[in-house]
């Protein structure tokens, strides 16, 4: 999975979080390192942070004079699916600061199956099973 995320001011927050989560080192490169001055110095231009399970999350701040997304995390949902038991650890480490909207439970189907939206606002399902 590689997904990227936009913040206002918390990719480098997020992608440290994400990685205290699914391991990995983040790779971040500010505006200030690209000759940006004044309060955008400081944002993150571009972040990444490859976790050994292969995932990749690249995240970046937008800038002052740009528009944010709207509605939420901008309408983004990330899903991680498989039979790893890895997935329930990601699960209860996701929702610490965030909201469970259904635990991590059996379901009809079959499969154990959970939702939150975590402290930054990034709505994630996983599906185990």
Same mark, same amino acid.
């Given at each position: 999975?590689?997904? $990227?995320? #936009? ?5 480098? *927050?997020?992608? #440290?979080? $994400?990685? %205290? ?5 983040? &790779? ?10 004044? =309060?955008?110095?400081? +944002?993150? !231009?571009?972040? &990444?942070?490859?976790?050994? #399970?292969?995932? @990749?999350? !690249?995240?970046?701040?937008? =800038? %002052?004079? !740009? *528009? ?11 899903? +991680? ?6 997935? @329930? ?5 996701? %929702? ?5 909207? !259904? =635990?991590? *439970?059996? &379901?009809? /189907?079959?499969?154990? $199956? ?9 709505? /994630?399902?996983? #599906?185990?099973?």
């Amino acid at each position: 999975m590689t997904v $990227y995320l #936009n913040f206002r001011g918390e990719a480098a *927050e997020a992608l #440290n979080f $994400y990685a %205290s989560v699914l391991g990995g080192e983040p &790779q971040i490169m500010r505006h200030g390192e690209m000759g940006a001055e004044g =309060p955008d110095a400081d +944002l993150v !231009m571009h972040g &990444q942070l490859d976790a050994p #399970n292969g995932m @990749r999350i !690249m995240a970046s701040d937008i =800038p %002052s004079f !740009m *528009e944010a997304p709207t509605g939420g995390a901008g309408g983004v949902s990330l899903c +991680l699916h498989g039979d790893d038991d890895a997935l @329930r650890g990601y699960f209860t480490a996701l %929702s610490e600061g965030g909201t469970v909207g !259904m =635990p991590l *439970e059996k &379901q009809m /189907w079959g499969a154990e $199956y959970g939702d939150l939206v975590d402290k930054f606002g990034i709505r /994630w399902s996983v #599906n185990i099973g």
